[in-house]
């Protein structure tokens, strides 16, 4: 059987709620349909971990529909065909792959472009000369921060004088700049630009070396000295001119301003470096007496024919050499980041070494060594697949050496006539701070495939309802040409500098991306939904200070305005987990959240009237895991126990403790005089100075057994999710206290648990967290960014620019300089890539703009600020926002409604008055009224989980040679797949999910699973795994002093109550130190009231197993 032809490389538009899901759903299982187990010949790439688990689901949903009630299937008309009409056929067929998916789940190759890479990467480590076991870094702050502390380590040693000198030069550089004296953070957030694609790229992953670096700046200086040499030429010529003359610079045309006097005034009093005016051009042209003087002075003088001949060679000096000066001074400017980052990737380099870590980011270039030298058949075969189907989603959001990496797999498969498919949207497109290239969807993918492209619209709109969709089509309609208009007139410049036929092809694709995308509606109510825009006027500011803090106060007003509009919504019948507030960053929302949670406690019975009605909000602010107490006083705590003579540490602590669960004590706290006296009691002063004296992992178990009984339930996820981290934290960091505590205040600001999914409460998201996602009322509260680029708060972002372009040869020693953004660029002869940069800005900010109002299904809310701001006094348009963008494109009039919306205005008129639809709730199973309690399946924190966790880390670290260190990833998969095993019977189970969680790579699932199987076969081993023993995995036995934990891998328990059997897996080399081991954990069972207990090594790797007698007294 054979699926309908269709062209080998289908590219989807799939504009937002146009159903690209059910398309690929659809694609997917039409080719998997073709036999049993086609779907091991498909792979399906996304960009999130999300989507892969949703897009799995998905497959899986529909393959169990198709096979027990294909009759209700959306996709049974389209596959039936497959099986000519056939409703059984179909059936039979969709239950035969389900079965073969669920027995050889690692074949369903749906994954995240990263995890493909991995998996390519793992599959030639050795060509690459990596050691197999190697760890991919996903988190590379805490890499640029630990890099950033070895290069100031460089400095405490006297290293690295040029380091030195580059570091001071930043330091003063912050100052200037009012950016503070946080070096390592300025580091870091330079740092960043190592992860840019373009940049190492160019650089062939290698930055200048030092002396190339110094001898560019020499290069740089000499353009510049030579251009002030010249004009300090000019002021002494202009001086002996004057010092001659019997006239003075004012006694010419426009007097105290002509064109002499104002050059005199630059060069000669304020020697400062100044354009030539109008008034030049024209003095040089002929205008240079007024009529007052046209007595006093003759234009034959010989010194005024001088002095015309001066200044026609600045202006001729300005027009050829001023632009390469400007560059010169730009590139100078920011030659010392240059050299930092030449030394941060070193130091970064060496750290990943010592590691034997990857960053995420150097996997495309890893992948790209791989297909220059590999046949595509081949890489497939190593992977142990042969994959024929390609299906990307997202695709707008790859990133050039991405696409470079995925092109030759695309082209094995259409030169077979293999069906792809490609799914993207370029007016989604809002990562290129993730190195996203749009570019390459709307541009490259046709010109690369143009034999076999075939692109396909979907223009149906199934999420929102009419008045949105309406709306939306009028907004996008007319915007993108609005914005282009804009940014023309603010990017206009001299010809020599950025020809406008140039500029021109720049600009098109701002309305090329929204062009023919006019949606229709395709989802079946009798709702029209509602377009809600909520207008406010601020008042014209006057200075720079009044326009911040009016900008705060209309901030205010919106703020205000949100619960009368939110207990509004829900009066018509809107749950409050189907309203989302969509905002631009992290800190709107933790201002939005901070005030719905204060409002409430404010007017506590503003629900009365209506119980069903809430203002709680989830968020990644309310939900971070700084914010819980237990995890606050865990924190404060060590860093008491990091600094004990500190007070006022020891009181943050104290303070911390008490908050748990001991309400008097923390009563007490509040009044002053009673806090002062107040302080941990002897008993459990006592017990800090014990956990003072551990390592940090038992310092943390400790510190959370302290508070264990206290903890209230809700506290768990938090305490877990901080586990995690810790954990997390000694996987390469050391287990140092202070070290920890450093590392946690940069990482706490981002570390947030999951949120419950059904919560009823509030969600508020950033744009960028909303994407893929739709919610029925959607609120925009802050519609205020702007369309270009904002100087001021750019402070100092680096754009990196070509140097080839430049006549002077110069600059060509360096390939790519950085460039710091500001206002100056567009004058230097890299005004194309200021410009280049602007408007792929404007292009993000529109797109984030239609990201946001295309989360809405049936209800859609945008506070509008109708005062257009401050004139322009130069010759370029002012900043417009996109709010500003939303007012013209639909010529919004503020004193009447339209049909594409309704106007609410703020402090003039109640929500409730205006005639917006009620709804008729929709039920939902378990919606939980929460106060953010968050509960947990477990009956109480276990203490020991760290110990846990780090327990197999610990036996890894006997593994010393290279070949060894191999083997501690398969180690750790077999351990964990024997610690998920209760039964024979869970064997295979537990091994598909440690596929599932990554630990068993493709091309060794089957020598694992023979592995494993052959160690069940032994008759010992049978006896353990028969299921007649109580079986005890990983429990921790807490005994001495000072409450040391111990954790057997598997303890059974015989129905006797006196018969026990401990045993522990071990890998690699036989240890005297293992039987040691083993008799301990005797003793303590023995202690438990268990008399008679075996003991057994199993060594995995050599199945072996070795019985350990009891110790000789």
């Not at 993918?445 to 199934?462: G, T």
């Not at 353990?1024 to 005890?1032: I, K, M, N, S």
Request: hydrophobic share 35%; glycine share 4%.
């Amino acid at each position: 059987m054979s699926a309908p032809t269709k062209p080998s490389l289908s590219v989807y538009s799939a504009s937002a709620g146009s159903g690209k899901t059910h398309t690929l759903t659809g694609e997917f299982l039409r080719l998997a349909l073709q036999n049993s187990t086609s779907f091991r010949q498909i792979q399906a790439i996304t960009f999130t971990n999300k989507a892969t688990a949703e897009m799995k689901e998905r497959i899986l949903s529909e393959l169990h529909t198709l096979h027990t009630n294909p009759e209700v299937s959306p996709f049974r008309e389209e596959l039936l065909s497959l099986f000519h009409g056939s409703m059984e056929q179909l059936s039979h067929r969709a239950g035969e792959v389900l079965s073969e998916i669920l027995s050889g789940y690692s074949y369903l190759r749906v994954k995240t472009i990263d995890s493909f890479f991995q998996e390519v990467i793992r599959g030639f480590a050795r060509e690459l000369g990596i050691r197999g076991s190697f760890r991919v870094e996903l988190d590379q702050n805490d890499v640029l921060e630990r890099s950033a502390v070895q290069l100031i380590t460089q400095l405490d040693l006297g290293e690295n004088r040029d380091l030195s000198i580059w570091l001071r030069r930043l330091g003063r550089d912050m100052i200037n700049r009012g950016k503070g004296h946080n070096v390592i953070g300025e580091i870091k957030r330079l740092g960043r630009e190592l992860f840019k694609e373009g940049l190492l790229e160019a650089e062939n992953s290698r930055l200048p070396e030092r002396e190339l670096i110094e001898a560019y700046r020499k290069d740089m200086s000499g353009i510049i000295e030579s251009f002030e040499s010249e004009l300090n030429d000019h002021a002494e010529v202009l001086q002996a001119i004057f010092d001659s003359a019997t006239f003075h610079p004012s006694d010419f045309k426009w007097g105290s301003t002509s064109a002499p006097a104002s050059l005199y005034n630059s060069l000669v009093v304020k020697k400062e470096i100044k354009e030539p005016t109008s008034r030049m051009k024209k003095f040089v042209d002929g205008e240079i007496l007024s009529k007052d003087s046209l007595g006093k002075i003759s234009e034959e003088d010989p010194l005024v024919l001088k002095l015309v001949e001066l200044i026609a060679s600045y202006i001729e000096l300005f027009r050829s050499k001023y632009p390469l000066y400007l560059s010169a001074k730009a590139v100078l400017e920011n030659l010392f980041r240059l050299g930092i980052l030449r030394d941060l990737q070193l130091s970064i380099q060496q750290l990943s070494d010592e590691e034997n870590t990857m960053l995420i980011s150097d996997s495309t270039s890893l992948i790209s060594r791989i297909i220059d030298n590999c046949d595509t058949p081949f890489i497939y075969e190593r992977l142990g697949s042969t994959i024929k189907h390609h299906m990307i989603d997202e695709f707008q959001d790859t990133s050039r050496k991405q696409y470079d990496n995925l092109k030759p797999l695309l082209e094995e498969g259409v030169s077979h006539s293999w069906f792809n498919l490609i799914v993207g949207d370029v007016k989604q497109s809002i990562y290129r701070f993730r190195n996203a290239d749009r570019s390459i969807l709307s541009e490259q993918l046709p010109k690369d495939f143009a034999d076999c492209y075939r692109l396909f619209n979907l223009q149906q709109n199934w999420r929102s309802l009419p008045q949105i969709v309406s709306f939306n089509n009028a907004l996008y309609g007319k915007a993108p040409s609005l914005v282009r208009d804009f940014m023309r007139e603010r990017l206009r410049t001299e010809e020599e500098i950025l020809p406008e036929h140039k500029l021109e092809c720049m600009l098109e694709p701002i309305v090329a991306a929204y062009e023919g995308q006019k949606q229709v509606v395709a989802r079946q109510s009798d709702e029209e939904g509602a377009v809600v825009l909520h207008l406010y006027d601020s008042s014209h500011p006057q200075s720079e200070e009044t326009e911040q803090q009016e900008a705060e106060e209309a901030a205010d007003d919106v703020l205000c305005s949100l619960p009368e509009t939110l207990i509004d919504i829900q009066k018509r019948g809107v749950q409050a987990s189907d309203i989302a507030i969509l905002v631009r960053d992290r800190k709107d929302a933790g201002r939005i959240a901070t005030y719905l949670m204060s409002w409430q406690k404010e007017y506590p019975d503003y629900n009365r009237s209506f119980p069903h009605i809430t203002l709680n909000v989830l968020s990644s602010e309310a939900l971070s895991v700084k914010s819980s107490p237990s995890v606050r006083f865990l924190t404060d705590a060590m860093a008491f126990l990091a600094g004990p003579s500190d007070e006022n540490l020891r009181k943050s602590a104290y303070q911390s403790f008490i908050r748990i669960g001991d309400r008097e004590r923390a009563e007490a706290a509040l009044h002053y005089n009673e806090y002062k006296q107040a302080d941990f009691s002897p008993q459990e002063t006592e017990r800090l100075l014990q956990i003072a004296r551990t390592d940090l992992p038992n310092m943390v178990e400790m510190l959370i057994a302290m508070i264990g009984e206290k903890m209230e339930s809700s506290e768990q996820p938090y305490v877990l999710a901080f586990l995690d981290l810790v954990s997390e934290y000694l996987e390469h960091g050391l287990p140092d206290l202070r070290s920890f505590l450093s590392w946690w205040e940069s990482k706490s600001a981002s570390s947030c648990i999951e949120s419950p999914a059904n919560a009823n409460a509030i969600h508020i998201l950033t744009i960028h967290k909303s994407k893929g996602l739709g919610f029925p009322v959607v609120l925009l509260p802050y519609a205020d960014w702007g369309i270009d680029i904002d100087y001021k708060k750019a402070n100092g972002q680096i754009i990196w620019c070509t140097t080839q372009q430049i006549k002077d040869d110069r600059f060509h020693r360096l390939s790519h300089v950085p460039l710091s953004m500001n206002s100056g660029l567009s004058s230097t002869l890299f005004a194309e890539y200021d410009a280049q940069e602007r408007i792929n800005c404007a292009i993000d900010n529109l797109n984030l703009l239609y990201v946001l109002t295309t989360r809405a299904k049936d209800e859609l809310h945008i506070w509008i600020n109708t005062h257009k701001g401050k004139e322009s006094k130069s010759e370029k348009p002012p900043q417009q926002t996109v709010q500003q963008i939303i007012i013209d494109s639909l010529e919004v009039d503020v004193n009447s409604n339209s049909s594409l919306y309704t106007l609410h205005r703020l402090g003039e008129e109640l929500i409730t008055d205006l005639a917006l639809p009620v709804y008729r709730p929709v039920q939902k199973q378990q919606v939980e009224q929460i106060n953010l309690r968050i509960t947990n399946t477990r009956d109480s924190l276990d203490p020991h989980l760290l110990s846990r966790k780090l327990k197999i880390k610990r036996e890894a670290d006997h593994y010393t040679s290279g070949e060894q260190v191999d083997a501690i990833a398969r180690g750790r998969a077999l351990h964990y797949v024997l610690e998920q095993t209760e039964t024979t019977k869970d064997l295979d189970s537990a091994i598909e999910k440690a596929i599932v969680e990554g630990l068993i790579p493709y091309q060794e699932v089957e020598e694992t699973k023979t592995k494993l199987h052959e160690i069940m076969e032994h008759p010992l081993v049978i006896s353990w795994f028969d299921g007649h023993l109580r079986v005890l995995r990983e429990v921790a036995i807490v005994a001495g002093r000072r409450g040391e934990t111990y954790r057997p891998d598997r303890v059974m328990l015989y129905p006797d109550g006196h018969t026990a059997i401990i045993v522990d897996y071990k890998f690699g080399k036989k240890r005297q130190a293992y039987a040691r081991q083993l008799n301990r954990y005797r003793g303590l069972v023995e202690a438990m009231g268990y008399p008679s207990v075996s003991a057994y090594i199993l060594y995995v790797d050599a199945n072996e197993i070795e019985e350990v007698r009891p110790a000789v007294e």
